[in-house]
């Protein structure tokens, strides 16, 4: 009966160690993961930063061509 009990107690505790080591692996993929996701964010925070700024200066350069264009000041004048 003894022995009975002892092969249940280690059966049980080999499900506990296996169990926790299996967290312990999801974790650290989670962890992967999150270190992976967070460089993509950095990435694409920068390009959009980039696409931010070459954005300005496109709308910077057409705002100075419409205002200093001839049909803009000679629509203007008309009725």
Known sequence: VQ????LLKLV???????IFSGFASLND????R?????????NTNGT?????EEVAASLKE????Y???????SVR???
């Open 3 to 6: 022995a009975a009990d002892s």
């Open 12 to 18: 049980s505790e080999l499900k506990q160690t296996a």
């Open 29 to 32: 993929h989670v962890d992967q």
């Open 34 to 42: 999150t270190e992976e996701f967070n460089k993509l964010a950095e």
């Open 48 to 52: 959009f930063a980039r696409i931010g």
């Open 62 to 65: 057409l705002e100075s061509h």
């Open 67 to 73: 205002y200093s264009s001839t049909l803009r000041t």
């Open 77 to 79: 004048h008309e009725p």
